[in-house]
């Protein structure tokens, strides 16, 4: 059977990843995990997170980064898929299956739950560090962004002052 993107309504790629068998968005880089199979990665070696990423890179460029307020539909039940917040506090979304019990996982988000698995090591994750580990990844990121903005316009400033004279 041939599940279809709940973001694009495309056909999926189907891999094969330490035995399981998962659907990928060639579009967008997006997972769609059947129940079950999403824990099963969690409480497993970390470096797999960083291996499926790799995995289901996006061979489109279609835009995800502001995601679309349109419904996501299952692609097994075709019913509506709620969004709810991994481990209730943490900044990642996903879009589960109240029918199925599947969940959607846009492309980047195993990576911010990779970040939080490197913090801890291989222990298996208690929901309040990783909400307190990805509060302070957002931050670190917004301070790295706010710095580079810095530096960009310092970068600006010296060229103007730099550019010899003709
Ligand atoms: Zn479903």
Redesign the pocket.
């Known amino acids: 059977m041939i599940l279809i993107s709940p973001v694009t309504a495309n056909p999926m790629r189907r891999i094969e990843f330490n035995g399981i068998e998962l659907d990928v968005c060639p579009d967008t880089g997006g997972i769609w995990f059947d129940q079950g199979e999403l824990g099963d990665l969690l409480h497993g070696r970390r470096e797999d997170f960083e291996n499926l990423d790799r995995e289901a890179k996006p061979e489109g460029r279609i835009d995800v980064e502001s995601r679309t307020e349109s419904a996501r539909y ?6 509506p ?1 709620y969004r709810y917040r991994y481990l209730h506090s943490t900044p990642i979304e996903l879009d589960g ?6 969940v959607f996982v846009d492309d980047g988000e195993l990576g911010a739950i990779a970040a939080v698995a490197r913090r801890v090591g291989g222990r298996r994750l208690l929901p309040e560090e990783a909400a307190a580990a990805l509060a302070e990844l957002h931050v670190a990121e917004e301070t790295y962004r706010t710095q580079w903005t810095l530096v960009e316009k310092a970068s600006r400033t010296l060229m103007i002052r730099i550019r010899p004279r003709i």
């Open positions: 299952c692609p097994r039940c075709n019913v898929l299956c109240e029918g199925c019990g599947g």
